[in-house]
């Protein structure tokens, strides 16, 4: 299998505070993962390339101060929003490629957040 | 610049019949490419994939064909079930795993029983 888990799966915080979201491949390691936010009836928006051990790759737009990543271990990638706004509320999905090789990404099951 | 198109946001097919979703692509260099399917509120789900030196690839009811002259790939789901019902992205890769998926726009595709 492939299994990739994101906690929280919803969270609401008021606007201001910042917000941890955890990406976790269960049962393979995963030297890259990556960040995706979508919004309604849109695609999937990739935010940043995450690589274990180094820093993150963002994408051309997506603020690094406001969304930051961290992969500290070869199972573990954590995207956090600080001084969140309502304009960041979406949905945020992660992916992993699992570090033995493959084109494939599996995806975790994605986070909701909204900012009051 | 959308590298990767979906240029029907949706489709419906009756249970039993055949479903086609098409999928077009602009960078020559895509030598991989795959189909995920999603439903509202979840992550995407890998479904099937192809290389770009195979022309087709089969599993189960699911189908991909590739003709890298047209830089057109489609998904064929035979029969068609309503628990098909979900929107089915086409995604595309120019490198290996480390390299971040080129994602179409999606199409939704319901089933009707």
Same mark, same amino acid.
């Given at each position: 299998?492939?299994?990739?888990?994101?906690?929280?799966?919803? +969270?609401?915080?008021?606007?201001?505070?910042?917000?941890?979201?955890?990406?976790?491949?269960?049962?393979?390691?995963?030297?890259?993962? &990556?960040?995706?936010?979508? &919004?309604?009836?849109?695609? @999937?928006? #990739?935010? *940043?390339?995450?690589?274990?051990?180094? $820093?993150?790759? /963002?994408?051309?737009? +997506?603020?690094?101060?406001?969304? #930051?990543?961290?992969?500290?271990?070869?199972? @573990?990638?954590? @995207?956090?929003?600080?001084?969140?706004?309502?304009?960041?509320? %979406?949905?945020?999905?992660?992916?992993?490629?699992?570090?033995?090789?493959?084109?494939?990404?599996?995806?975790?099951?994605?986070?909701?957040?909204?900012?009051? | 610049?959308?590298?990767?198109?979906?240029?029907?946001?949706?489709?419906?097919?009756?249970?039993?019949?055949?479903?086609? #979703?098409?999928?077009?692509?602009?960078? %020559?260099?895509?030598?991989? &490419?795959?189909?995920? $399917?999603?439903?509202? *509120?979840?992550? !995407?789900?890998? #479904?099937?994939?192809?290389?770009?030196? $195979?022309?087709?690839?089969?599993?189960?009811?699911?189908?991909?064909?590739?003709?890298?002259?047209?830089?057109?790939?489609?998904?064929?789901?035979? !029969?068609?079930?309503?628990?098909?019902? *979900?929107? /089915?992205?086409?995604?595309?890769?120019?490198?290996?795993?480390?390299? !971040?998926?080129? &994602?179409?726009?999606?199409?939704?595709?319901? +089933?009707?029983?």
């Amino acid at each position: 299998g492939a299994v990739v888990s994101q906690h929280p799966s919803w +969270v609401i915080c008021k606007s201001g505070t910042s917000v941890k979201i955890e990406c976790r491949s269960l049962d393979f390691q995963a030297t890259t993962m &990556f960040w995706y936010r979508q &919004f309604p009836k849109q695609s @999937l928006m #990739l935010m *940043a390339t995450s690589n274990e051990g180094s $820093k993150a790759t /963002y994408e051309q737009g +997506v603020e690094k101060d406001k969304f #930051l990543i961290n992969h500290a271990s070869l199972t @573990l990638s954590t @995207l956090t929003v600080t001084s969140a706004h309502p304009e960041d509320s %979406s949905f945020y999905i992660c992916s992993a490629s699992k570090s033995t090789g493959g084109y494939e990404q599996y995806f975790g099951p994605g986070t909701r957040l909204t900012v009051t | 610049d959308q590298q990767v198109k979906q240029n029907s946001p949706s489709l419906s097919v009756q249970e039993g019949r055949i479903s086609i #979703l098409n999928c077009d692509y602009t960078n %020559s260099m895509f030598d991989y &490419f795959l189909w995920y $399917k999603k439903y509202p *509120a979840e992550g !995407p789900t890998f #479904l099937i994939s192809i290389s770009s030196i $195979k022309d087709k690839n089969e599993d189960g009811r699911f189908t991909v064909f590739l003709n890298k002259s047209a830089k057109h790939l489609s998904l064929h789901i035979v !029969p068609s079930q309503p628990g098909d019902s *979900a929107v /089915y992205f086409c995604a595309a890769s120019a490198g290996s795993g480390n390299t !971040p998926l080129v &994602f179409g726009k999606g199409t939704r595709l319901s +089933v009707i029983a």
